[in-house]
């Protein structure tokens, strides 16, 4: 069987001046530090990729809170796995924001993923649904519009080749 197992680490680092909320502009300058381990195995007949990150964002725009971030992913397609097999044709990732001031929670997302691989084919049809929870110490002051937390639901259809 040919392919190959790999893995990575390495840093990265981000900056802007731009942040986006609701569809509008915000002056913000802005700076992101990330760590990530990740790992990916290519076989002819089946993929797994995985990562891990901690991370920081920092903002200079007062009402736009500070962060750090935890994250896992994983991700495995198998054309040789029973269509129904949620270990083998499936994805999750989930990511946790929390306040750097105060170590409390601001944004929770998990997302799940069922990969149906096409039979005789080298591509899968995928179906994700998620939550995104968004508490309300996200944003303070003049950009604090919201009277609470709030959920958005993703649902994420796509091709995977």
Do not use: C
Request: hydrophobic share 35%; glycine share 8%; net charge negative.
């Amino acid at each position: 069987m040919e392919g190959g197992n790999k893995g990575f680490m390495g840093y990265l680092l981000s900056a802007g001046a731009l942040h986006i909320k609701d569809n509008v502009l915000i002056d913000d300058d802005w700076a992101e530090v990330e760590w990530k381990i990740k790992g990916d195995r290519d076989y002819p007949n089946q993929n797994l990729s995985w990562s891990f990150r901690i991370g920081a964002k920092f903002h200079d725009h007062p009402d736009i809170t500070d962060v750090y971030y935890v994250s896992a992913r994983r991700s495995r397609l198998d054309f040789e796995a029973e269509a129904s097999s949620v270990l083998h044709n499936s994805a999750f990732e989930y990511k946790f924001l929390f306040d750097q001031k105060h170590r409390s929670a601001v944004q929770h997302t998990f997302y799940a993923e069922k990969k149906f691989p096409q039979k005789g084919k080298k591509y899968a049809f995928t179906l994700g649904v998620g939550v995104i929870y968004d508490k309300d110490r996200k944003y303070t002051g003049a950009l604090d519009d919201r009277d609470g937390d709030s959920y958005s639901v993703i649902i994420r259809p796509n091709i995977e080749f």
